[in-house]
C-alpha cells in the first residue's frame, strides 16, 4: 500500500471554530489533492498541489484554505467550520507522468456540529 | 464545468449479466483517464486507466474500458457481473498542472 496517512480519522467541531486536516506521505509524490465526498455529489476538488507551496483552488475551495510547506505534508484549513463542511474528506497522491496513478488516503469524517 | 460526466448514477444488474457504466470527458482534461471503485465504507481503489497506446484497458476484476477518442468516452465494462461488485464506481481525469478530475459516481448494484 502507498504510504499515505490522514489524521485525524474522525473529528467533531463546533460552528465556527478552525478545524485543519493533515495528509502525510512518504512516497515523495510530487502531487497532492484534497476532496470531499458527499451522497450524490462524488469526489469534489476542493484545492490541490502540484508542488512545495504551489497549489491551485479545486470546484469547491470556498471556506477551505491549503498549505504546503515540505513534499510529505499537506494540510487542509476550514477557517471557520459551517455545517455544509460535515463530510468524509480524501487526500489523495499522484507521482505524475512516470506514474500516473493515484492514491488514497482512508479519509477523515468530519462533522460539524 | 464538469470535465468528467458519469451519464449514469445507479446501474441495476442481475448476477451474471453483462454491465456498462458510461462516463464521458470533455477537453478540459488530456487522455489520462482512470476508473476507480468504492467498497462500502472503503477508500478508492484504481480499476484500470488510460495513458497512451490500445484503446482497449484491461484492469482487476476482470473489468476493462475502451477509450473513444472521437466519442469523448471511456465507458466501463465487466460481461459478468457478481454480487461482490457491487460498489460506487468513479471516472476520473488529469488536467492541466495534473489535477485530477472525478465524475459524480455510479452506483452498481448486483442482484441475485
Known amino acids: 500500500d502507498a504510504g499515505i496517512t490522514q489524521s485525524p480519522r474522525h473529528k467533531v467541531t463546533e460552528t465556527g471554530t478552525p478545524v485543519t486536516l493533515r495528509c502525510h506521505q512518504t512516497e515523495n509524490h510530487r502531487y497532492m489533492y484534497w476532496y470531499r465526498q458527499d451522497p450524490g455529489h462524488g469526489l469534489r476538488l476542493i484545492h490541490y498541489s502540484y508542488g512545495v507551496k504551489d497549489t491551485d483552488k479545486g470546484e469547491v475551495s470556498d471556506g477551505y484554505s491549503v498549505s504546503r510547506s515540505k513534499t510529505e505534508d499537506f494540510l487542509l484549513t476550514l477557517e471557520s467550520a459551517t455545517s455544509s463542511q460535515t463530510s468524509v474528506y480524501f487526500c489523495?497522491?499522484?507521482?505524475?507522468?512516470?506514474?500516473?496513478?493515484?492514491?488514497f488516503g482512508q479519509g477523515t469524517r468530519l462533522t460539524v456540529v | 464545468a464538469q470535465s468528467v460526466t458519469q451519464l449514469d448514477s445507479q446501474v441495476p444488474v442481475f448476477e451474471e449479466a453483462p454491465v456498462e457504466l458510461r462516463c464521458n470527458y470533455s477537453?478540459?482534461?488530456?487522455?489520462?483517464l482512470f476508473w476507480y471503485v468504492q467498497y462500502p465504507n472503503q477508500g478508492l481503489q484504481l480499476l484500470l486507466k488510460y495513458l497512451s497506446g490500445s484503446t482497449l484497458v484491461k484492469g482487476i476484476n476482470g473489468f476493462e474500458a475502451e477509450f473513444n477518442k472521437s466519442q469523448t468516452s471511456f465507458h466501463l465494462r465487466k460481461p459478468s457481473v457478481h454480487i461482490s461488485d457491487t460498489a460506487e464506481y468513479f471516472c476520473?481525469?488529469?488536467?492541466?498542472?495534473?489535477?485530477?478530475?472525478f465524475g459524480k459516481g455510479t452506483l452498481l448494484t448486483v442482484n441475485p
Open positions: 477537453s478540459s482534461v488530456s487522455v489520462y
Open positions: 476520473a481525469g488529469i488536467g492541466s498542472n495534473y489535477k485530477l478530475t
Open positions: 489523495a497522491i499522484n507521482g505524475g507522468p512516470r506514474n500516473t496513478e493515484a492514491f
